[in-house]
């Protein structure tokens, strides 16, 4: 007998993944929600703004020492970004998978980035690189508050409960 518990733990994995304002200008934010609406992965949270250079320093804390950084900035904060929380099994390393590589010169075709882009310096939307990762971004970019518990009705078509 397995529990309806313990038969699948991370149902409830969640993870951060942002248009960025090339994304935005291009009109893509439909169709990159649209991928992850499709693959069975619920939206527990959606918003869009101007980021802070203050903010992005925190989320790339690891990168602000790099040559490329002050053009990171530049990029991140010329226009609004739509940030989301997804939700589902195996949703931090799914949603890597369709992003694709950090350079889109090396992303597959059906990827986010190998369909549209082609320079790793607009490469038009972020998605957290592990655990770990998810869990710190979205609370730097969530209060909790804004994050929602709801039943998707046709769950058990996606996952086993
Ligand atoms: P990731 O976005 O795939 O997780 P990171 O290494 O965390 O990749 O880099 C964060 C972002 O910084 C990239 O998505 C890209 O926008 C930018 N970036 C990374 N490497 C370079 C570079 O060599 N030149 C310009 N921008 C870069």
Redesign the pocket.
């Known amino acids: 007998h397995r529990s309806k518990s313990t038969a699948h733990p991370d149902v409830k994995e969640r993870t951060l993944v942002a248009v960025k304002p090339d994304g935005v200008q291009r009109r893509l934010v439909g169709q990159i929600i649209q991928r992850f609406e499709q693959r069975g992965f619920k939206l527990v949270g959606l918003k869009m703004l101007q980021v802070s250079e203050d903010l992005l320093s925190q989320h ?1 804390c690891q ?1 602000t020492s790099k040559p ?1 950084y002050p ?2 900035v530049d ?1 991140m904060t010329s226009g609004p970004v739509v940030v989301m929380v997804w939700e589902g099994h195996n949703v931090v390393q799914s949603s890597r998978t369709m992003v694709g590589p ?1 350079n889109p010169a090396a992303a597959p075709t059906g990827t986010v980035r190998g369909d549209f882009s082609i320079h ?2 607009r ?1 038009v939307v ?1 998605a957290s ?1 592990s655990l770990e990762g998810a869990q710190r971004e979205i609370q730097l970019w969530f209060q909790g508050k804004d994050l929602l518990n709801w039943d998707c009705c046709d769950q058990s078509l996606t996952v086993e409960e």
Do not use: E, I, P
């Open positions: 790339y990168l490329f053009s990171l990029y950090t790793v310096s490469n972020h690189d």
